[in-house]
Protein backbone atom coordinates (compact mmCIF):
# COMPACT_ATOMS: atom_id res chain seq x y z
CA UNK A 1 0.00 0.00 0.00
CA UNK A 2 1.36 3.69 -0.93
CA UNK A 3 0.91 5.98 1.86
CA UNK A 4 1.22 9.91 1.49
CA UNK A 5 2.01 11.37 4.60
CA UNK A 6 2.18 15.48 5.06
CA UNK A 7 3.27 17.42 8.42
CA UNK A 8 4.12 20.98 9.19
CA UNK A 9 1.35 22.26 9.01
CA UNK A 10 -0.03 24.88 11.52
CA UNK A 11 -0.86 28.16 12.80
CA UNK A 12 1.19 31.50 12.07
CA UNK A 13 1.02 35.21 11.70
CA UNK A 14 0.80 36.97 8.62
CA UNK A 15 4.71 37.33 7.79
CA UNK A 16 5.79 34.25 9.22
CA UNK A 17 7.03 30.93 7.83
CA UNK A 18 6.31 27.00 7.37
CA UNK A 19 7.97 24.31 5.81
CA UNK A 20 5.82 21.62 4.75
CA UNK A 21 6.76 17.96 4.33
CA UNK A 22 5.35 14.70 2.82
CA UNK A 23 6.80 11.40 2.36
CA UNK A 24 6.04 8.77 0.40
CA UNK A 25 5.95 4.68 1.59
CA UNK A 26 5.42 1.28 0.21
CA UNK A 27 7.28 -0.54 -2.59
CA UNK A 28 7.74 2.60 -4.99
CA UNK A 29 10.45 2.00 -7.57
CA UNK A 30 9.88 5.90 -8.59
CA UNK A 31 7.81 8.84 -9.15
CA UNK A 32 7.54 11.24 -11.85
CA UNK A 33 6.02 14.65 -10.46
CA UNK A 34 5.54 15.35 -6.67
CA UNK A 35 3.18 18.39 -6.14
CA UNK A 36 0.95 20.41 -3.26
CA UNK A 37 -2.58 21.27 -3.74
CA UNK A 38 -4.60 23.67 -1.30
CA UNK A 39 -8.17 24.18 -0.71
CA UNK A 40 -10.75 26.27 1.09
CA UNK A 41 -14.19 25.83 1.82
CA UNK A 42 -16.86 26.64 -1.04
CA UNK A 43 -13.72 26.31 -3.26
CA UNK A 44 -11.87 24.24 -6.12
CA UNK A 45 -8.74 22.21 -5.14
CA UNK A 46 -5.69 24.09 -7.14
CA UNK A 47 -2.52 23.50 -7.76
CA UNK A 48 0.05 25.22 -5.69
CA UNK A 49 3.41 24.02 -6.80
CA UNK A 50 4.92 20.77 -8.25
CA UNK A 51 8.37 19.61 -9.10
CA UNK A 52 9.51 16.70 -11.61
CA UNK A 53 12.17 13.96 -10.82
CA UNK A 54 14.52 16.23 -13.01
CA UNK A 55 13.65 19.44 -11.04
CA UNK A 56 11.56 21.54 -13.11
CA UNK A 57 8.76 23.66 -11.04
CA UNK A 58 5.48 24.80 -11.57
CA UNK A 59 3.93 27.25 -9.41
CA UNK A 60 0.52 29.26 -9.15
CA UNK A 61 0.48 33.03 -9.45
CA UNK A 62 -0.34 33.85 -6.05
CA UNK A 63 2.84 32.11 -4.31
CA UNK A 64 5.01 32.70 -6.97
CA UNK A 65 8.41 34.04 -5.40
CA UNK A 66 7.22 33.27 -1.87
CA UNK A 67 7.03 29.78 -2.35
CA UNK A 68 9.26 27.13 -2.44
CA UNK A 69 9.00 22.92 -3.74
CA UNK A 70 11.84 20.85 -3.36
CA UNK A 71 11.87 16.86 -3.59
CA UNK A 72 14.05 14.23 -2.13
CA UNK A 73 14.21 11.31 -5.21
CA UNK A 74 15.82 9.39 -2.60
CA UNK A 75 13.51 9.28 0.01
CA UNK A 76 10.19 10.30 -2.19
CA UNK A 77 10.17 13.19 0.09
CA UNK A 78 8.93 16.40 -1.45
CA UNK A 79 9.00 19.85 0.59
CA UNK A 80 6.90 22.97 0.39
CA UNK A 81 8.86 26.20 2.03
CA UNK A 82 6.17 28.86 2.49
CA UNK A 83 7.24 32.22 3.46
CA UNK A 84 5.90 35.56 3.86
CA UNK A 85 2.59 34.09 4.88
CA UNK A 86 -0.72 35.85 3.60
CA UNK A 87 -3.83 34.68 5.36
CA UNK A 88 -5.48 34.36 1.71
CA UNK A 89 -2.57 31.32 2.29
CA UNK A 90 -5.14 29.55 4.68
CA UNK A 91 -6.21 26.10 3.21
CA UNK A 92 -6.36 22.57 3.99
CA UNK A 93 -2.81 21.50 1.60
CA UNK A 94 -2.51 18.34 -0.16
CA UNK A 95 0.30 16.75 -1.12
CA UNK A 96 -0.19 14.51 -4.47
CA UNK A 97 2.28 12.14 -6.55
CA UNK A 98 1.80 11.37 -9.65
CA UNK A 99 2.77 8.85 -12.35
CA UNK A 100 4.27 6.64 -9.74
CA UNK A 101 5.81 3.51 -10.63
CA UNK A 102 6.05 0.54 -8.37
CA UNK A 103 8.14 -2.76 -8.04
CA UNK A 104 5.15 -4.92 -9.29
CA UNK A 105 5.32 -3.33 -12.35
CA UNK A 106 2.41 -0.84 -12.39
CA UNK A 107 2.83 2.62 -13.28
CA UNK A 108 1.23 6.01 -13.98
CA UNK A 109 -0.72 5.59 -10.61
CA UNK A 110 -1.50 8.88 -8.28
CA UNK A 111 -2.01 9.56 -4.97
CA UNK A 112 -2.99 11.74 -2.44
CA UNK A 113 -1.94 12.40 1.15
CA UNK A 114 -4.36 13.06 3.93
CA UNK A 115 -3.66 16.85 4.07
CA UNK A 116 -2.52 19.23 6.53
CA UNK A 117 -4.32 22.62 7.93
CA UNK A 118 -2.39 25.51 7.58
CA UNK A 119 -3.53 29.15 8.96
CA UNK A 120 -2.48 32.69 9.14
CA UNK A 121 -3.87 34.69 11.42
CA UNK A 122 -5.23 38.04 10.52
Known amino acids: QVQLVESGGGLVQPGGSLRLSCAAS????????MGWYRQTPGKQRELVAR???????NYADSVKGRFTISRDNAKNTVYLQMNSLKPEDTAVYYCNADQVFLYDGSGYKNYWGQGTQVTVSS
Open 26 to 33: GRIFSINV
Open 51 to 57: ITSVGNT
